[in-house]
């Protein structure tokens, strides 16, 4: 290997506040070679972002950091001020994970380009502003110099993100961190922007080092891969090598948490992680993963755990990493689904949304429509999982709040049980009602009351639908719903600022069971968790499910996840269904366009796998005001004239209830390669 | 600005959330500017009012800056309760004999005023109504401010258009305008002080707790209510207003305050209550007659009163501080 | 943009109209008849009760304030400038024009004779003190937000505390005690008349301006502070750290202006308080301002003066507003049109 670029040895990171330091890095040391990609993996508040600020010198006041950082054999840990402001405009840059934060809201974006090269000397405002224009043609914006005259608030978020990814390479960097650069993004703009980081690490060689939770990312645009946890990289591989042969417990149980494009619930398992990360106050002595490991072994792993070379570029640190039936997945573990039955409890019929908006402040935009949900149809049975996947502003949610009462519908009907209730808000609804259809929800932070205990929200449940009566029996009720939930019923008087983003959503899941729903309406429950506590949501939802019979409405933007879980799927694009029917019709040909474009821009947790490359260009158009032919027309990649810019198209019924909503005949769209070409044989865990 | 993907956001696009503007407290609007002026993402802004409050009186005794401020009022609240058992002169009584020299002395340690009455004692006995007038009204003023701006923040449309706009022609008054045509008409005494101090303050209650509202009311704890039936006003007080009281506390305190300086101006504008209660912001006008020559008449009453409304000033600073870190 | 400002002018003069109902109903709580305190204590009980009906004294309220109404936009006459009722009021504009406030019971004179140059006295003592608040809170509250919880901006905080626990009739006793009676360096009164003490008319103005500078930008340096120190903690004041500007760039191009858009508001809304803080202020100082006037007017019953008082404040209080939210507009972007 030639002369790393950056080396970091035993990089050590505390933060201090009033109540006592932590530790958030105890001892970390890597390198990156020039023009190499390293990725870190690590679920939140596992030190990735404060790894990076270690590197970049800027922890703020309450970081501090020991070791050596040495970027090009100089140790910038020590650098002066001015040399660390050399440091980042002209050899490190970043790139950062949410582009609507990362640019400033008041100054137009040709500005805060300019100033990058400008810092470098005998640069003029007219070569600076030439650099920055060409720039954000090489991260192919469309009208660079129109950019330029904009503020941020007028680009999208993924225009954004590329203004932020050229801001970045104005500084010629030679390292180039990447922090969640793709979090918060749509799944097609996200895989544009990976193919982007891709192009111009070909074309620029510049090193990366990139940060994500997402496994399916790393193995797409990195070399390298370490994994993080609780500050400690604890196994670190060349891509191939982690995802054939993963071997700390750690990252296998990790591993088999990712929901995949080629498995379901009836084929496999995830294997959530038991437990959660200890807190930093309360690091384990020794091995840090050694709360929830299966392997523990006392005397052994309270232990430091030296890092042990186990291949080419592929350490470890774990004792008993060898040992790997050990860590197998149990028997017990295995999650048996509920099986459909035959009887419907919810039909929507033609049901559409259209909101009507008001002018804008200074009267500039008259009355719009926004058409949010329409014409929608579908039927769910008993004990079904019916799952509605798009993207941001295609209209999941509004069909969730039209279901749950929390808005009406403004034509179409909504079958529930046998009435309809399109138009009964939740407070017209009667309790039978209401407590027929139930909700969990998508932000774990504004679930729950922070003013109220925890059991408090599902104790008043239990009273308001007459579950049950008096004090005793309540608290004894809200217990066997935690238990129910795999929550210590001790929980029941904490706040929710004491719980995890996983624990409030399992109180959320408790509440919506503590009316004893027929139907539970779950509008992205586990989007903002981590992967291995979505997998133990997701687990826990589908024995509930198999113990009670719930229809479940499970709204997501995930594909993968859909297809480990649903029976039934529905593909929505801007408040139109693209694609209904069974979930094994929808991951093969034929597909809508539309759904060909999703699945191809998922990311794929296995270097190995051929995914076929479908990009859309530009983002989800505004809903207000739609097209009157296809709504996709704008993007469509398969379009096929001037008929899908005019003519709405017809629905095409293909087996089983699946339908495709396009002009391309079904035999023409089956005719269509799969979008990855399965490898099972590579893929077979050591 | 256009309003693309979030249908729930329709409401807010009609005019900017500028911040209360400061023509009653000024510090109020502090507290709550910040999270007025943010705009509102749905499902974001709960870390705004996230987890501090429940202990956050407990947690007090952390912030010396609130310390020193309880320790102020503390005094006060102390001299003011056992104003009647303190070995006091009796605050009307003219000590004609002092008035040759009625700088401070052994028999009066703070001197006595143009009419020889003992300032120590006049002070203690004005703590008394002070410490009685100003929290009482501002009490009162958030039991009218609250549930209106509950009633703005939570119904919105009309109800809310009636209310804010009422609101804000009390708002543009410049207050102690508003105070001076109000009580040199309807005359000084207790209760119309109190009437005052609800109609000036109520508004600018009403508008944070209004603004705390509708920052919550699309919040998924809320519409988890409203899908197990609870009515609108259990929701209103049992799931929005808890989660106000950070910055309402930080208000009430500054909000105290003021009212304290606004009873001082009207004392020193000749509009205090009637004699023979001492009042501060009488005394400090009735002292500057002398001031050439006897300063301590208007200066004692005039530190008494700066005293104690730095005393909550810093309690309401301590409070805000304890609600922005942890 | 024009139908905004146009709807914010209407929005306006409504204000206005309502607040000026309000305040003569307000007045109806005064005690003593209107009629008998513009006369005098020894006016004949007929040239009392000719007047009461002159000014429909027995009409009801509404009526009244119509009618009042109709007096300042020069529909109908001003009834006190009826010669029948010998009170010699006579204003040279005539007794039917539009803006006409009516005639001062207290002062004996034509509103219109009275206020503006009251008004242009406040004007020029709130101008000064605007002049100094605004840059003074500027730099103090962006030094003190910058590096937020440093010895700088501890010791600007606690100023600004302390600064607004002291209201302007106590700071004037504290400085007058200090200025005038210890150190015998300024005058004690500003009546802006240079016979007497023989004070220049300038050093009349150093007290009034410092009481009310102090007290005012406590407040707002505490809120540019708060803000400086809120924008200073956004992303994109690191992203601009770690582009390699220095930190002096960082602040002035990247920090101030975004931490100018929340107290922008403030500061203009700080003109209305200005106005409470100058009655205050013209009291302690014997200045004969437009808040002074207001006071006397109050305790008189000057029902003319008040009203015109009322609205003169208002209109300024109203128009600093709609400033402020313009300005606003302009500072952010994001609320511009386009
Ligand atoms: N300024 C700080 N003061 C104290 N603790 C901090 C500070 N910044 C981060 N931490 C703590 O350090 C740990 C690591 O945080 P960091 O942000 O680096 O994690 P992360 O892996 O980037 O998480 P995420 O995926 O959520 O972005 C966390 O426990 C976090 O709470
Ligand atoms: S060292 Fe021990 S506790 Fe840690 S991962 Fe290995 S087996 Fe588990
Ligand atoms: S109808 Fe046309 S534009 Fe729409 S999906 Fe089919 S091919 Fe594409
Ligand atoms: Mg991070």
Redesign the interface.
Known sequence: MTAPLIRVENLKVEYRSSSGSVTAIPDLSFEVAPGESLGIVGESGCGKSTLLMAIMGHLGPSGAATGRVLFDGKDIAKASPAELRAVRSGGIAMVYQDPNAALNPTLKIGRQLVEVPMLRPGVPLADAKRLAEGMLANVHLPDAASVMERFPHQLSGGQKQRVVIAMALLANPRLLLLDEPTTGLDVTVEAAVLDLVDELRQTYGTSLIYITHNVGVVAQVCDRVGVMYLGDLVEEAPVEALFAQPRHPYTRRLMACVPRLDGDKHTTSFMPIPGQPSSLRDRPPGCPFSPRCVGFTPGLCNHTVPVEDIGPNHRVRCFRHRESPLFEPAAQEIVAPAEPSAELVLEAKGLSKIYRLGGSFFGAQRRAELSANEDLNFAAKKSEIVAIVGESGSGKSTFARILAGLQDATSGKLVVLGSDLANTTASERTSEQLSAVQMVFQNPDATLNPSHSAGFPIARALKKFKVTRGGKETQSRVAELFEMVRLAPSLMRVRPARLSGGQKQRVAIARAFAAAPDILVADEPVSALDVSVQAAIVNLLLQIQKTKGTTIVFISHDLALVRHLADQVIVMYLGKVMESGPVSSLFAPPFHPYTEALLSAVPVPDPTAEQRHVRLSGETPSPINVPKGCRFASRCPRKVGTICDEVPPPERKGEAGHMILCHIPLDELAAIAPILQHKPSERAPA | ?????A?SD?TA????E??A???VM??A??AS??AL?A?TAP??P??A???K??NLLRRLP?SPIAMVGLALIGTWVVLAVLAPVLPLDDPNRQDFLSLGNPVPSAKHWLGVDIKGRDILSRLIHGARTVLTVAPFAAICAYLVGMPLGLLAGYYGGKVDLVVSRLS??IL??????LY???I????PSFWNIVLAVILTAGPGIGRIVRGLTLEQRH???V????????SDLYVMAV?LL??C?GPLITDFCLRV?YTI?TI??LG???LGLPPPDPDW?TM??E??TL??VH?HM??FP??A??SL??GF??VA?GVRELSL?D | MITFIGKRLLGLVGTLLIASFLVFAVTEFSPGNVARKTLGPFAAQESVDLLYQKLHLNDSLPVRYVRWLGVLTGVIADPLQDPALKLDFKDPRGDRYFGNFGYSTLYKLPVNDVIWNRLGNTALLAGISFALIVPLSLIFGVLAGMREGSFLDRTISVFGIVATSIPEFASGVFLVAIFVVALRLLPGTSPLTTGGGGWSLASQFVLPVAVLVLYDSGYVVRMVRGSTAEVMSKPYIRTAILKGLSFKTVVWRHAVRNAMIAPFTVILLQINFLISGVVVTEMVFAYPGFGRMLLEASLFGDIALIEAATLVALAVATTTQLLSDLGYALLNPQIRVG
């Open positions: 600005m256009a309003s693309t993907d249908p329709v696009l009609g005019r900017p500028l911040p503007p400061p023509e000024p510090d609007v502090a500017l910040t002026a705009p499902g974001a709960v870390a009012l996230g987890t409050p429940p952390t804000d022609i543009a008054f410049p207050i102690i305008i001076v045509i109000l040199s008409q309807i005359g919040l998924d704890y519409a988890a209510a409203q899908l197990r039936k609870e799931e808890p989660n009281r305050g300086i001082g101006i020193f504008l000749g912001g400090v006008k002292g500057t001031i050439s300063p208007s200066l005039a530190i009163i700066v409304v730095l000033n810093l600073d870190t």
